[in-house]
Nanobody
Framework: QVQLVESGGGLVQPGGSLRLSCVAS?????????VGWYRQGPGKQRELVAR???????DYADSVKGRFIMSGDIAKNAVYLQMNSLQPEDTAVYYCRALYIYWGQGTQVTVSS
């Protein structure tokens, strides 16, 4: 059983930045599965934002390429999502997912002037 806890969300103006964190209660790397950030906007389906693959490479949704950067810290069992040039359409609850079945509770990101 692994628990994931996200933090770092909040209210930010368009063009601003936020850094999300997801800390796991156990190891989430090197176990053959990716670790990802997902988001679910109002009235929308949950979608993949970014993920670190089992080989260490990263993959991004087209909508966030060049603006968001995902990183991980194996020692801390943590992943991060640096979000720059935020736009209103980035407003969503952001979730961390690991080992296929574990999800965090989510952190709200609201981009508004």
């Amino acid at each position: 059983q692994v628990q994931l806890v996200e933090s770092g969300g909040g209210l930010v103006q368009p063009g601003g930045s936020l850094r999300l964190s997801c800390v796991a209660s156990g190891s989430i790397f090197g176990r053959g599965a990716s670790v990802g950030w997902y988001r679910q906007g109002p009235g929308k389906q949950r979608e993949l934002v970014a993920r670190i693959m089992s080989d260490g490479t990263t993959d991004y949704a087209d909508s966030v390429k060049g603006r968001f950067i995902m990183s991980g810290d194996i020692a801390k069992n943590a992943v991060y999502l640096q979000m720059n040039s935020l736009q209103p359409e980035d407003t969503a609850v952001y979730y961390c997912r690991a080992l296929y079945i574990y999800w965090g509770q989510g952190t709200q990101v609201t981009v508004s002037s």
